[in-house]
T-cell receptor
């Protein structure tokens, strides 16, 4: 089936450790996105990529890093510099531009203890 | 820049009652408008969207939203809700030109009581 796969679903890490969240899509979409969701704050954009080997910072990029070496993959690394990393992280993708729907994965829960 | 305000963080209603979830936006450029639904511990699913044409758009499960340009609103309505509609609903906008990224409201938690 076509879709967006995020892994792992649940992840626990110790404070100070980097962690990488995986996002893979087989929809042949050009654009991919990472959002962070916190209760009562909606979703906030971390990074997005409109084409392979290119990505841009979103509204809350500090403490995160991404890569886009392949069209189908857009991993997110939460670094130790991220002050409040515990959150629900959502990966998304779209065909490209101009009103095309953005589709979301099932999300990954990251808890830092 | 764009911003989205969902005027109610929580809306409790009884089953089979009508409901309206309010959404206002601010943008210096023209935008597309979306409503997404999120069931517990899941990702977001597109409910409906306005791109152009008729200002009233409908979803397959009975929701509808009307784009009002003069009031910069995109309220979501359903004439009769079901228990299965219990979820969080997000309004979002995306500029027609420029960077193609969604800006979300804070979400409205819809709770249906029997």
């Amino acid at each position: 089936d076509g879709g967006i796969t995020q892994s792992p679903k649940y992840l626990f890490r110790k404070e100070g450790q980097n962690v990488t969240l995986s996002c893979e899509q087989n929809l042949n979409h050009d654009a991919m996105y990472w959002y962070r969701q916190d209760p009562g704050q909606g979703l906030r954009l971390i990074y997005y990529s409109q084409i392979v080997n290119d990505f841009q910072k979103g509204d809350i990029a500090e403490g995160y890093s991404v890569s886009r070496e392949k069209k189908e993959s857009f991993p997110l690394t939460v670094t130790s510099a991220q002050k409040n990393p515990t959150a629900f992280y959502l990966c998304a993708s779209s065909i490209g531009t101009h009103g095309n729907t953005i589709y979301f994965g099932e999300g990954s829960w990251l808890t830092v203890v | 820049a764009q911003s989205v305000t969902q005027l109610d963080s929580q809306v409790p209603v009884f089953e089979e009652a009508p409901v309206e979830l309010r959404c206002n936006y601010s943008s210096s450029v023209s935008v597309y408008l979306f409503w997404y639904v999120q069931y517990p511990n899941q990702g977001l699913q597109l409910l409906l969207k306005y791109l152009s044409g008729s200002t009233l758009v409908e979803s397959i499960n009975g929701f509808e939203a009307e784009f009002n340009k003069s009031q910069t609103s995109f309220h979501l309505r359903k004439p009769s809700v079901h228990i299965s509609d219990t979820a969080e609903y997000f309004c979002a906008v995306r500029p027609i030109q420029g960077a193609q990224k969604l800006v979300f409201g804070q979400g409205t938690r819809l709770t249906i009581n029997p």
